[in-house]
């Protein structure tokens, strides 16, 4: 096709893995070799207004944003600017009471789509050790083995993944599982092809599973450069 369907601003900070790489650019507002000139906000608003001229030229169907918390949203409608349709985040129980049911309530005030990114977990992060100060404090914990999850899917009679979905479904969040795996593709569809009602008491208990992954390690891929997501 000659047009992109979505594209969204992946982070709203300018973050790079080498500490001693400093990103630059030919806006002003952007470029963080100049600190006399760089202003993050600004560049926010710049990198977006980019974004809506790719939108009104037709280059883009739809635009968005990633890793936006309330603060980084509420610049773009201070500045009445076309809004995101889209706010993609890190969106699960473990992470639910830290910030993601407000930030879930400002979006769907201001008519722009949730999408649950991680939304069983980070899998592929159980392997890695949690570290505080220097210490290893554990490892990280995986949603599809926790009590409470596995329990309602003998309740449900559904896998742990699907009630994990479901559960962000019922919120009316879109959510992005990773997956490579055919049989866990078709698993994650059945959540719509064959649905079912997780109960109102159980919503809640899930949403109570909440762990503040961020303060156990700022250095998690999730806080680092999302500006503390509300």
Known sequence: TSWIDLLLVHWPVMKHPRE???????????????????????????TWSAMITLFNRGIVRSIGVSNYNTTHLQEIIDAKMLLPSINQVAFNPYNYRTGRADLLKFCQKNNIQLVAYSPIGALDAHQFPVTHEGKVTGMYPTLLQDPLIISLARTYKRTEAQVLLRWIHQQGVASNPRSMNETHMIENLDILSNPFTISDDDMLRIAN??????????????????????
């Open 20 to 46: 001693s790489y400093i990103p630059k650019s030919s806006d002003p507002t952007c470029n963080m070799s100049n600190p006399l000139t760089y202003d993050e906000k600004s560049c926010r608003l710049s």
């Open 209 to 230: 599973l909440a762990q503040d992954t961020c303060e156990v390690d700022p250095s998690w891929y999730e806080c680092v450069g999302d500006g503390n997501l509300p």
